[in-house]
């Protein structure tokens, strides 16, 4: 029976029952933790044979020695396999080091001390900077437009893209809105993944702007649930025959394949926006980890390669997400106080509570020894204005553990909307 059915006296013994049960869970002093979305301890095996390579006495690609200087964009075999899996051109697509997220921030830095291949001047120099944020969205992306002082500018997601007449209008007549956050694949934390007339719309509107960017962090581009692997949009191609070459820069990287802090990124972008990336980097770096790269290429030989290996995390990672699912629609499903949608691949599970109440779910969480990330951080400065929504990452513990995390929240999400309902 709804929540929203139920007498005062009918309310007031569920909830008294669900304190009861509550506080016996309280008692245990619990530690378990859903707050980011790391690799478990199993995933992180499946590349232990990296740890090996490339080996003594392999150090050449072609004609470049790995160890030595040089060799900017990155490695022509590794780019070659990670054009294959996001659909561009080899020569469109460059290798860096660990972090996509590095590539991000040095992008829109970049921009900020000196302008774009589009721009006038120095974004520095605007009289005033805008950046538009889907949300539910991904806090370290939000985290960067702050500390670089750009005004950050919410617009909803929905399972198929943000929305677009919104997107639309904003770009249209503000020069200020010099570009975007997406997660276009499986988006951190819905899930959601943006249809091909979204993609369109992104590269063919009429932006206000001339130097405005799209940021497509295409982090779960090969982060399957199931067994099949995702359609790739070419957003260059598409751009470039809009007339907007220089609209998307789409980066990735195998944080979530191998290993976090000794991975490989990439960027794919146009000729133009990838000499400016370039230029600006080798002030910066003398180059990447070429032999890390060519580990990663041994390592995974082909785009084939990549692809089982993910299939392998999947069939660590697919139990606990059907777990949560399970426990999330036997604990609240009758009562029609939460709502989730179960992707079909990335890290998380975006669960979306009763207004007004997520972060009380979230505390009496934390005091059940449960640790959330905080109620509000998917969305800009961590101000969700409804309250609602939660991010759950169930991929780090044994399923055992986000079974008993995901009964604890559950069961927070329904006190904390009992309370809210008398």
Same mark, same amino acid.
């Given at each position: 029976m709804a929540l929203s059915d139920l007498s005062?006296? /009918?309310?007031?013994?569920?909830?008294?029952?669900l304190a009861s049960e509550y506080a016996a869970l309280a008692d245990k002093g619990l530690s378990l933790d859903l707050t980011r979305g790391k690799p478990s301890p199993e995933q992180?095996?499946?590349? /232990?044979?990296?740890?090996?390579? $490339?080996?003594?006495?392999?150090?050449?690609?072609?004609?470049?020695?790995?160890?030595? !200087?040089?060799?900017?964009?990155?490695?022509? /075999?590794?780019?070659?396999?990670?054009a294959e899996l996001l659909g561009v051109d080899p020569d469109r697509l460059i290798a860096q080091d660990n972090a996509s997220l590095s590539i991000m921030y040095d992008a829109l830095t970049f921009a900020m001390l000196f302008g774009t291949p589009d721009s006038e001047r120095p974004w520095k120099d605007e009289p005033a900077l805008r950046w538009l944020c889907p949300v539910p969205g991904y806090d370290r992306h939000f985290g960067i437009t702050q500390a670089l002082g750009i005004e950050m500018i919410p617009v909803p997601l929905g399972p198929t893209g943000p929305d677009m007449d919104v997107v639309e209008r904003l770009v249209a007549d503000?020069?200020?809105?010099?570009?975007?956050?997406? %997660?276009?694949?499986?988006?951190?934390?819905?899930?959601?993944? !943006?249809?091909?007339?979204?993609?369109?719309?992104?590269?063919?509107?009429?932006?206000?702007?001339?130097?405005?960017? %799209?940021?497509?962090?295409?982090?779960?581009?090969?982060?399957?649930?199931?067994?099949?692997? $995702?359609?790739? $949009?070419?957003?260059?191609?598409?751009?470039a025959e809009a007339g907007n070459p220089n609209r998307f820069l789409q980066v990735c990287s195998t944080s979530k394949i191998t290993f976090a802090g000794a991975g490989v990124s990439f960027l794919s972008s146009s000729e133009a926006n990838l000499d400016w990336y370039l230029k600006h980097a080798s002030v910066r770096t003398i180059g990447p980890n070429k032999v890390n790269q060519l580990a990663h290429a041994r390592f995974f030989g082909d785009a084939e390669g990549v692809r089982a290996h993910m299939l392998a995390h999947r069939e660590s990672i697919a139990p606990k997400f059907a777990a949560a699912d399970e426990i999330l629609t036997r604990r609240l499903g009758e009562y029609g106080i939460a709502s989730w949608a179960m992707p079909e691949g990335g890290y998380f599970i975006d669960l979306e509570v009763v207004d007004g109440t997520a972060t009380e779910t979230v505390r009496l969480a934390k005091e059940a020894g449960v640790a959330l990330t905080p109620a509000g951080a998917a969305y800009p400065y961590g101000n969700d204005p409804d309250d609602r929504h939660i991010r759950l990452a169930p991929t780090l513990p044994p399923l055992a553990e986000v079974e008993a995390a995901m009964e604890i929240v559950g069961l927070c999400a329904l006190l904390a909307a009992c309370r809210a309902a008398r």
């Open positions: 005062h006296d /009918e309310l007031a013994g569920l909830e008294s029952q992180l095996a499946l590349s /232990e044979r990296l740890l090996a390579l $490339p080996g003594e006495g392999d150090h050449t690609s072609g004609a470049t020695d790995v160890r030595n !200087y040089g060799g900017g964009a990155g490695l022509p /075999e590794l780019r070659a396999i990670f503000d020069p200020s809105i010099k570009g975007m956050w997406c %997660v276009p694949i499986f988006s951190n934390p819905t899930g959601a993944v !943006y249809d091909d007339h979204t993609v369109s719309r992104l590269a063919r509107m009429t932006t206000a702007a001339p130097d405005f960017r %799209v940021i497509w962090d295409n982090a779960y581009v090969v982060h399957t649930l199931t067994t099949d692997f $995702p359609k790739v $949009p070419d957003v260059d191609t598409v751009a």
